[in-house]
Nanobody, 127 residues
Framework: VQLQASGGGLVQPGGSLKLSCAAS????????IGWFRRAPGKEREAVSC????????FAQYSLADRFTISRDNTKNTVFLQMTSLKPEDSAVYYC?????????????????????WGQGTQVTVPS
């Protein structure tokens, strides 16, 4: 599975961005995709995941009201819509693929090792 993350950039506080994670080398809707982020000096954290097994989604509690994950199987792409962005959202955002069957989005969010990662896309929200 190859993943291509895109859509990051510089946005003012309160603005929005939509990240994309395009998967290739895999049948559409046969992998779960998760978004993770790492801010400078901080541990990587799970942002949001979507499961191919049961269609479930997960979002970090503190982000759930601002971030929405979705997928377009016709494009084999998962999106992360981010609204009301804050300076603390600044980070490199990575997408990862999980091919384990029967994996819910919540379970995926707890994993740290994945076979495929996108290259990361920088999101910067100045203070």
């Amino acid at each position: 599975v190859q993943l291509q993350a895109s859509g990051g950039g510089l946005v003012q506080p309160g603005g929005s961005l939509k990240l994309s994670c395009a998967a290739s080398g895999v049948t559409p809707n046969s992998v779960s995709i998760g978004w993770f982020r790492r801010a400078p000096g901080k541990e990587r954290e799970a942002v949001s995941c979507i499961s191919f097994s049961d269609g479930s989604t997960f979002a970090q509690y503190s982000l759930a009201d601002r971030f929405t994950i979705s997928r377009d199987n016709t494009k084999n792409t998962v999106f992360l819509q981010m609204t009301s962005l804050k300076p603390e959202d600044s980070a490199v955002y990575y997408c990862a693929a999980d091919t384990e069957p029967f994996t819910t989005a919540r379970v995926m969010s707890t994993r740290t090792a994945f076979g495929s990662w996108g290259q990361g896309t920088q999101v910067t929200v100045p203070s």
